[in-house]
């Protein structure tokens, strides 16, 4: 029995404007008391008239040049109707007919493949308020109701888990450069919803199994567990049975962190149930090439073009490249750090500060890179006392941290801690001995096997606190141990 997962994903994004989609209330609610960011018009009160928002249609348009896809010049808005208690109208303001954005593709790379996935659509909209479940009781608040979303479909191009969190990763990475959303999934403004079926070939047949939409994801790595969940248990279902099910049906399951288990919710809706129709009053409207053109002039460099000048231009490696591109400020840092007309050495130098003691500093601490306390003279300092023979490259590092920390200057730090590289021999010596005396075991194991010396010229290393001169001392250690 051959099984091909079929995985496509909705990524939904909520747009970084100042007010919401069709109303002039802010869109700054997060951690704000309940109900304090609403008016009549996003609480759906009788006689208050949706205006669109001028800048969603922009950074839509951003989003669609980022993506090479085709932007519908003639559009409009929609009315999307279902009941729930979260829907203040009854109905959403959508795009169903005319979606602003068709036919986009993003490249990604997998297992050093590239691969492309197609997206189908990305339609704006307003987002629903939120329901809270306490005690019993379902409480509402209608601060997000509004909220301008970006709603973007891919073509069921993805056949894994790994390749849809890369693809969700790299749309989260395109809104943040492009500067149209934050993208922060655990703060609900980047929301993933896979819908995966199986083809399935037994005896020389097809079967396809239904397909389901996983909602209630609250990161990425639960949105690659919850797609793992449905290919194990839509394969179950189909040997228990034996049976295709109509493929046509749909159904929305929830996503149980606690048990890691998908749970039915309801039958999905198709298109006619929602009833579609063009929003009666927000008027249809046009795109001018010319506005299109102007935001094309805007688009930033974005992370595959910065990638590429990265190993062309300073023959970075495809890896460290890829890391340094991951995240806008990252990059944005390195380059400053950088100046205009880098040396290549120096390139390499200060991309390995940047990707190794910067970069778990931040892991660790949990926060993004402050730009302002990256500064190009200390960098360029440090790079010419390493390569002078001043200070060793493990003090380099040591010292760029403690920058980026205090704020203090790389030359006093040097001083004051008495970092400055050891070359004097007699120094080396003293201390090459005392590491002779009291590691025998590893002396033993230095004249069996002449290649386990590192472990020694480690220690002589953490000894002189990083400020031995590293191919001095391991001379020294060689001579000492005949």
């Known amino acids: ?3 091909t997962p079929i995985i496509g994903l909705e990524i939904h994004i909520q747009l970084n404007t100042k007010t919401k989609a069709f109303c002039s209330c802010s869109t700054d ?13 996003c609480l759906g009160l009788p006689g208050a008239l949706p205006v669109p928002n001028r800048q969603i249609i922009k950074k839509g348009i951003l989003f669609a040049l980022s993506v090479n896809a085709t932007i519908q010049k003639e559009t409009h808005f929609d009315r999307k109707n279902y009941f729930y208690p979260d829907l203040p109208k009854g109905y959403q303001i959508s795009q169903f007919y005319k979606p602003l954005i068709k036919d986009g593709l993003v490249k990604i790379t997998v297992n050093e493949q590239e691969k492309e996935v197609r997206i189908a659509e990305a339609h704006l909209e307003e987002d629903a308020a939120k329901s809270i479940h306490q005690r019993g009781h379902t409480l509402v608040d209608f601060n997000k109701a509004g909220i301008p979303l970006l709603e973007i479909v891919s073509e069921p191009d993805i056949a894994s888990s790994k390749e849809a969190k890369i693809y969700a990763q790299k749309i989260q990475q395109l809104v943040r450069y492009l500067d149209i959303s934050d993208a922060n999934i655990e703060e609900g403004s980047m929301r993933v919803e896979p819908t995966v079926n199986l083809k399935i070939k037994d005896n020389k ?46 159904t929305t399951r929830g996503w149980d962190m606690d048990t890691k288990k998908t749970f039915l919710q309801r039958e999905k809706e198709g298109s006619a149930d929602y009833r579609y129709f063009p929003e009666p009053d927000i008027p249809h409207f046009s795109i001018s090439d010319d506005f299109i053109d102007s935001l094309q002039k805007t ?14 231009e300073l023959t970075l490696s495809i890896y460290d490249s890829s890391l340094l591109v991951e995240d806008k400020d990252l990059a944005l840092s390195f380059e400053k750090a950088l100046g205009e007309k880098p040396q290549k050495d120096f390139a390499k130098f200060t991309a390995n500060l940047f990707l190794g003691v910067i970069k778990k500093h931040l892991n660790e601490t949990q926060e993004t890179i402050d730009i302002k306390r990256i500064k190009e003279k200390d960098f360029t300092y440090l790079f010419s006392a390493t390569q002078n023979g001043d200070i060793s490259s493990t003090v380099a590092k040591d010292v760029i941290l403690e920058v980026y920390k205090t704020k203090k200057d790389p030359q006093s730090i040097i001083k004051t801690k008495g970092l400055s590289q ?9 201390l090459a001995q005392q590491i002779i005396k009291d590691n025998p075991k590893a002396v033993e194991d230095c004249k069996k096997n002449p290649n386990s010396i590192g472990f020694l010229i480690g220690q002589l290393m953490k000894l002189s606190k990083g400020s031995a001169n590293p191919q001095l001392a391991q ?5 000492l141990l005949g």
Not at 205 to 223: F, G, R, W
């Open 1 to 3: 029995m051959n099984i």
């Open 475 to 479: 001379e020294i250690l060689k001579k």
């Open 205 to 250: 047949k097809t079967y396809y199994t239904p397909l389901v939409e996983v909602k209630n994801i609250a990161s990425l790595s639960a949105a690659a567990a919850a797609i793992d969940y449905e290919i194990e248990r839509q394969t179950d279902e189909f040997r228990k049975t034996k049976q295709e099910k109509n493929p046509k049906n749909k």
């Open 299 to 312: 688009l930033p460099e974005l992370p595959d073009a910065k990638m590429a000048r990265y190993q062309k």
């Open 29 to 41: 609610y997060f951690k704000s008391p309940p109900n304090t960011y609403t008016c009549p018009a």
């Open 422 to 430: 050891i070359s004097d021999t007699k120094e080396l010596e003293k």
